[in-house]
Nanobody, 120 residues
Framework: QVQLVESGGGLVQPGGSLRLSCVAS????????MGWYRQRPGKQRDLVAT???????TYADSVKGRFAISRDTAKNTVFLQMNSLQPEDTAVYYC??????????????WGQGTQVTVSS
C-alpha cells in the first residue's frame, strides 16, 4: 500500500497564492507519475496537473500559466504552486500517484484531499 499525505490548503483571497504538498510513503516501487486533481462542489473530479517520472507535465487549460507542478523525486514529494487564485479554483484538491506494480499492473493511489477556498 501507498500512503499520500497532502498539506497546504486553506482560505485565500482572490489573486492570492497557495502551495500544496504531497508526500508519498509505503510500498513505492516504480512511480510513473504524480499529480493533482480537484473536485468542485457538485462536480466530478478533474485533472489539475501531473508530472511524469521523466519530468513531462500536463495541465488543465483553466490553470495554465497560473499553477506550476514540481517534484522532489528523492523524497517522493509533489508540489502544486497556485498563483492568481480565483473563486472558481475553490475545490478539494487530491494528490494522485500512479505506479507500475507488476509487469502488467498499474495502480492509482489517492490522498485524503485538502480544501482550498478562494473567497474575499
Amino acid at each position: 500500500q501507498v500512503q499520500l499525505v497532502e498539506s497546504g490548503g486553506g482560505l485565500v483571497q482572490p489573486g492570492g497564492s497557495l502551495r500544496l504538498s504531497c508526500v508519498a510513503s509505503g510500498s513505492i516501487f516504480s512511480i510513473r507519475r504524480m499529480g493533482w486533481y480537484r473536485q468542485r462542489p457538485g462536480k466530478q473530479r478533474d485533472l489539475v496537473a501531473t508530472m511524469s517520472n521523466a519530468g513531462s507535465t500536463t495541465y488543465a487549460d483553466s490553470v495554465k500559466g497560473r499553477f506550476a507542478i514540481s517534484r522532489d523525486t528523492a523524497k517522493n514529494t509533489v508540489f502544486l504552486q497556485m498563483n492568481s487564485l480565483q473563486p472558481e479554483d475553490t475545490a478539494v484538491y487530491y494528490c494522485n500517484l500512479n505506479q507500475q506494480e507488476t509487469l502488467y499492473r498499474r495502480r492509482d493511489y489517492w490522498g485524503q484531499g485538502t480544501q482550498v477556498t478562494v473567497s474575499s
